[in-house]
């Protein structure tokens, strides 16, 4: 059975991630779009065969999906990455499970590459796809790139000096054409360039079914559940709670599935927060509060480049909306709510409740009952917290078993 109104593409799929890694990216505000460009022009030119094309500019436009923290990009910057390990092996452990993106999943696990380990017998020169290369040179030259505006001779000569040691030297010959030719550098900030590579990408069989866009939506909230230890499955707790508590209020299956999908994608936006606000243990001042509710905004830069998910999206961007207004992005009243955003708000404060976090041990199910019904019926429809609490043994084990869950 379909659910979804409409098909989704790889294509808008890739453009959302791309959305979704660089929010958080601030030092490094277009670095995918731009590697990707890199990548893409790098790899045409090297008489890449369509289907290698694609994956680079695929595997480029998302790969530092596995960097989830601060301190991961800081070290990022720099020509000689520091320590790129750790996110190449998250990369693809986050992308792994999702069949569209599987193939590729290969090719972030190594995009930082370097020749030397080869050289040194490391790593096995057949294990390395030669997407993986192009990548790692593509990404370096882009830092360069932001990090010495203008300076073209000197990127050109920073990695010259590293063909044969960091980067595969049968590039070097590609490189330095491409780059002697003013039309190389202008194609890296070219918009309109970037939407061809997306044309460029033949997707006509990997169109989403219901099947895929969840497994999609699990995707995107691992990038943000990663982020802390303390969240490590809140996503997967609100989208089953979200479907369980739907089903019991009587909605039909297709409504149950799409809030199963908003659970996963509700907190989308935080990828856009820092870790230490995520995970402060005490109290937020004032100014980190402001930081965290901006995550709701966030999610909906993020959601929004997929229209086709309609309500899903309206219900993800919404969860922190009260019927009197006082809730945020946009201070919805009443009149504005659906019966479906007040059961994934009262989801979301279900599985933060009953879990552990920084600054407090997980809640009982009587404690956490008695904040639920402090949110009616001023704050959210005390029909949906009826059903909650005539359920509530019920509800409380089905959390409890998505939080056992582990990528």
């Known amino acids: 059975m379909t659910l979804v109104e409409e098909a989704y593409s790889v294509k808008s799929i890739l453009v959302s991630l791309i959305e979704s890694i660089d929010l958080y990216n601030f030092l490094l505000k277009n670095h995918h779009r731009q590697t990707c460009i890199i990548a893409y022009q790098i790899g045409n030119h090297y008489n890449l065969d369509s289907t290698r094309l694609s994956n680079v500019v695929l595997a480029s436009a998302i790969h530092d999906i596995g960097a989830l923290h601060v301190t991961e990009r800081d070290k990022l910057l720099y020509i000689d990455a520091i320590d790129p390990e750790p996110h190449q092996i998250m990369g693809e452990r986050i992308i792994g499970d999702f069949a569209p993106f599987a ?195 966030y999610s909906s830069l993020i959601l929004s480049r997929i229209p086709a998910l309609g309500d899903i999206a309206k219900w993800a961007m919404l969860h922190h909306e009260k019927h009197d207004k006082s809730g945020y992005p946009l201070g919805k009243g009443a009149v504005d709510f659906t019966i479906e955003m007040d059961i994934l708000a009262f989801a979301d404060i279900f599985a933060a409740l009953a879990e552990n976090r920084p600054y407090r041990a997980a809640l009982t199910q009587e404690k956490i009952l008695e904040l639920l019904k402090s949110f009616t019926p ?26 056992k869950i582990s990528y």
């Open 103 to 297: 193939h590729i999943s290969h090719i972030i696990r190594h995009h930082h590459i370097v020749y030397q380990d080869i050289l040194d017998g490391k790593v096995n020169r057949d294990d390395i796809p030669i997407e993986c290369f192009i990548i790692h040179l593509a990404d370096r030259i882009d830092v360069l790139y932001e990090t010495h505006p203008g300076e073209t001779n000197f990127i050109i000569s920073e990695i010259n000096k590293r063909f044969g040691t960091v980067f595969l030297p049968e590039l070097q010959d590609t490189f330095n054409k491409l780059a002697s030719t003013p039309e190389f550098w202008e194609k890296i900030t070219d918009d309109s360039f970037y939407d061809l590579l997306l044309m460029s990408i033949n997707d006509a069989s990997c169109v989403i079914d219901d099947d895929s866009l969840e497994s999609l939506a699990e995707l995107f909230s691992r990038i943000v559940d990663f982020k802390s230890e303390w969240t490590m499955n809140h996503s997967k707790s609100v989208s089953v709670l979200a479907d369980h508590i739907a089903r019991l209020y009587g909605l039909d299956e297709k409504k149950c599935f799409s809030l199963r999908i908003a659970g996963y994608l509700h907190d989308i936006g935080k990828i856009a927060i820092p870790i230490e606000v995520l995970d402060k243990p005490g109290k937020l001042d004032t100014s980190e509060y402001k930081t965290i509710k901006m995550h709701a905004t």
């Open 378 to 403: 001023d704050l959210l429809d005390v029909s949906v917290y009826d059903v909650i609490e005539k359920n509530m043994s019920f509800l409380y084990e089905v959390n409890a078993s998505a939080g």
